[in-house]
């Protein structure tokens, strides 16, 4: 196989991963947050978590060339990624409910979907901005395989997010390989955004 083959088949299996384990981690945090309010309001909180998901991930793909080109940007995606890279370990190593509060500390009926719905976007905003960061530091002029990256992000949130969060606490390997991955992407995009940083110095 051509090296130049080998390095675009490199970079989409990459960005693949990246994508499944970052949408499934969305859908879990949505579903975490969205706990403890009243059946027909988690289903709600859930739909309103996956739109802001598609809205926040549309919105930064738009201008996801431009963001890595803003010094400094690249740095902070990196340390952005390494502190998600610690919270997704931080789950695998604890189980999937780890992070989930147990309904036996918070009094019925004390959250509500207001609450709910602000952190649901916090969160979506936060993750949104790593995926895209994250495929954009995979890809960085590959704008194929930025396009196909953002794409399928967008797709796997809207349309299998939930399916991919179950399947991702069936099969925790996986999880564990989207997490060496991120944890990888995360320390180039230190690396080169810190000499990006230094070199302005």
């Known amino acids: 196989m051509p090296e130049s083959l080998l390095a675009e088949f490199y970079v989409f299996f990459t960005i693949v991963l990246i994508d499944i384990?970052?949408?499934?981690?969305?859908?879990?945090v949505v579903g975490q947050l969205a706990s403890g309010l009243?059946?027909?309001q988690k289903r709600r909180a859930i739909l309103l978590g996956v739109v802001l998901a598609l809205v926040f991930r549309v919105a930064f793909a738009l201008v996801a060339v431009q963001l890595l080109q803003i010094v400094g940007l690249l740095l902070a995606g990196g340390l952005l990624?390494?502190?998600?890279?610690?919270?997704?370990?931080?789950e695998l190593r604890e189980g999937p409910h780890a992070d989930q509060v147990d309904p036996g500390d918070v009094p019925v009926g004390r959250k509500t979907f207001g609450a709910a719905a602000f952190q649901i976007a916090v969160a979506?905003?936060?993750?949104?901005?790593?995926?895209?960061?994250?495929?954009?530091?995979?890809?960085?002029?590959?704008?194929?395989?930025?396009?196909?990256?953002?794409?399928?992000?967008?797709?796997?949130?809207?349309?299998?997010?939930n399916f991919i969060a179950r399947w991702m606490e069936r099969h925790r390997w996986l999880a564990w390989v989207g997490l060496l991955i991120i944890l990888f992407v995360a320390l180039k995009m230190t690396w080169e955004g810190s000499h990006e940083v230094l070199a302005l110095l």
């Open 38 to 40: 009243p059946e027909v």
């Open 124 to 161: 979506d905003v936060s993750m949104s901005l790593d995926n895209v960061l994250a495929v954009a530091g995979v890809a960085k002029d590959h704008l194929p395989a930025l396009i196909f990256g953002l794409v399928l992000s967008i797709a796997l949130m809207g349309v299998a997010a």
């Open 81 to 90: 990624l390494l502190w998600v890279s610690y919270k997704m370990y931080r």
């Open 21 to 28: 384990a970052l949408a499934g981690d969305n859908a879990v």
